[in-house]
Nanobody, 123 residues
């Protein structure tokens, strides 16, 4: 079992930045891909970014490419999402996810989820 705890959400003005963190615990982090998804009010949860075990491969949704950056520190069992040039449409609850294997944009392929952290971008 893997437990995931997100932090770093908050209220920010458009154009600002936030860095989300996700700390994993419960079992070995080895071999797990990590990802970030988000869910806005009234919308389905959607893929944002993912990173493989080594951190050598990253994947982004087109809507965040060039603005968001995913990274991980395996010595701390933590994954990060640096969000720059934030827009009001980035407002959502952001969820961290983990899976034993390679990254995937398909939500159903992720086994473990955090409780989410709210990000609100004001215009």
């Amino acid at each position: 079992q893997v437990q995931l705890v997100e932090s770093g959400g908050g209220l920010v003005q458009a154009g600002g930045s936030l860095r989300l963190s996700c700390a994993a615990s419960g079992r070995t982090f080895w071999g797990y891909a990590m990802g970030w998804f988000r869910q806005a009010p009234g919308k389905e949860r959607e893929f944002v970014a993912a990173i493989n075990w080594s951190g050598g491969s990253t994947y982004y949704d087109d809507s965040v490419k060039g603005r968001f950056s995913i990274s991980r520190d395996n010595s701390k069992n933590t994954v990060y999402l640096q969000m720059n040039s934030l827009k009001p449409e980035d407002t959502a609850v952001y969820y961290c996810a983990a899976r034993n294997g390679g990254p995937s944009q398909a939500m159903g392929r992720w086994s473990y989820w955090g409780q989410g952290t709210q990000v609100t971008v004001s215009s």
